[in-house]
């Protein structure tokens, strides 16, 4: 592994502690909006007063523990891709747009295989709702294991998740690069660009990422949550689910939460990319590379 590579690794491990610990209380709010029995919810900000009112402010933050454990190999890995991705397409370092979304794609599918174990564990945590019978995360690995093993328990739901992490990531990189390479002409070059200014461009890639993969989201939610794992082809439960959610709550069913998904895109993204590209400059000067 080169020097460059290792960089990545940890400024990505920094940007996604960043993005967890910005993020977490929308994204409890995104998950219970996709998962809740019908009629239990009348809208987000219903499920934001419920969830104090009866567990208490912390229970926001529920489900945490899994993707902040997870998020230095999860995003690490995803920048450490995406860069591998962007020198395997072009040797030079300004790629077009479309290349950037190429690269930002192949990123997804690798990334789906750490991100689909933390976000079935973050899943099963954020549908508890204060009960007696609610368990802890170590019970709850325990419990998937034993009862599914590997495949159909700790990696329930990884091909949804490949089909989510592909266009969403397309969309991320592409949007935040063409955001910054604007900002870039404006100031003079890229490592001229001021830090509000990344943050407005990773809040722009964090809207492209949900606009691009939201109805996809909900299906993994219901997937990863449910008591038994899905049968048949990935394909095949993927369409069972999609028609499962218009059948029970129509259209407007597969996008059931994407404000607070929308609105925790904003802070979370834009820590996330503020804090990897400064980590990842900071690295640079350090170590030449």
């Known amino acids: 592994m080169n020097l460059q590579t290792i960089n990545e690794l940890v400024a990505g491990s920094i940007g996604g502690a960043a993005q967890v610990l910005v993020g977490q209380p929308l994204d409890t709010i995104k998950t219970r909006a996709q998962i809740a029995p019908k009629g239990m919810f009348k809208g987000p900000m219903d499920i934001l007063m419920q969830t104090i009112r009866k567990e208490g402010f912390f229970a926001l933050y529920k489900g945490m523990a899994s993707p902040l454990l997870g998020i230095a190999g999860v995003n690490s890995l995803l920048?450490?891709?995406?860069?591998?991705?962007?020198?395997?397409?072009?040797?030079?370092?300004?790629?077009?747009?479309?290349?950037?979304?190429?690269?930002?794609?192949?990123?997804?599918?690798?990334?789906?295989?750490?991100?689909?174990?933390?976000?079935?564990?973050?899943?099963?945590?954020?549908?508890?709702?204060?009960?007696?019978?609610?368990?802890?995360?170590?019970?709850?690995?325990?419990?998937?294991?034993?009862?599914?093993?590997?495949?159909?328990?700790?990696?329930?739901?990884?091909?949804?998740?490949?089909?989510?992490?592909?266009?969403?990531?397309?969309?991320?990189?592409?949007?935040?690069?063409?955001?910054?390479?604007?900002?870039?002409?404006?100031?003079?070059?890229?490592?001229?660009?001021?830090v509000w200014a990344l943050l407005v461009s990773g809040a722009g890639g964090g809207i492209a990422y949900w606009l691009a993969c939201y109805p996809l989201d909900v299906v993994k939610s219901r997937v990863q949550l449910r008591d038994t794992p899905p049968t048949g082809t990935p394909v095949q439960y993927i369409a069972r689910e999609l028609l499962a959610v218009v059948h029970e709550g129509g259209w407007t069913g597969l996008f059931r939460g994407l404000s607070p998904s929308l609105l925790r895109s904003i802070p979370a993204a834009a820590s996330t990319f503020a804090a990897y590209e400064i980590t990842r400059e900071w690295l640079r000067e350090a170590t030449g590379v």
Do not use: C, H
Not at 113 to 120: D, G, K, T, W, Y
Not at 184 to 189: H, L, Q, T, V
């Open 79 to 194: 920048f450490a891709a995406y860069g591998t991705s962007k020198r395997i397409l072009s040797p030079f370092p300004q790629l077009s747009l479309q290349q950037i979304a190429a690269a930002g794609a192949m990123a997804g599918a690798a990334n789906a295989i750490l991100a689909s174990p933390v976000e079935m564990f973050k899943i099963r945590m954020q549908g508890q709702y204060g009960g007696v019978g609610d368990k802890r995360l170590r019970d709850v690995a325990r419990e998937m294991w034993a009862q599914w093993g590997f495949r159909k328990g700790v990696m329930r739901g990884y091909w949804i998740t490949v089909a989510r992490e592909i266009p969403a990531y397309a969309g991320f990189y592409s949007a935040f690069e063409f955001s910054r390479r604007k900002f870039a002409d404006r100031y003079g070059g890229p490592t001229k660009v001021p």
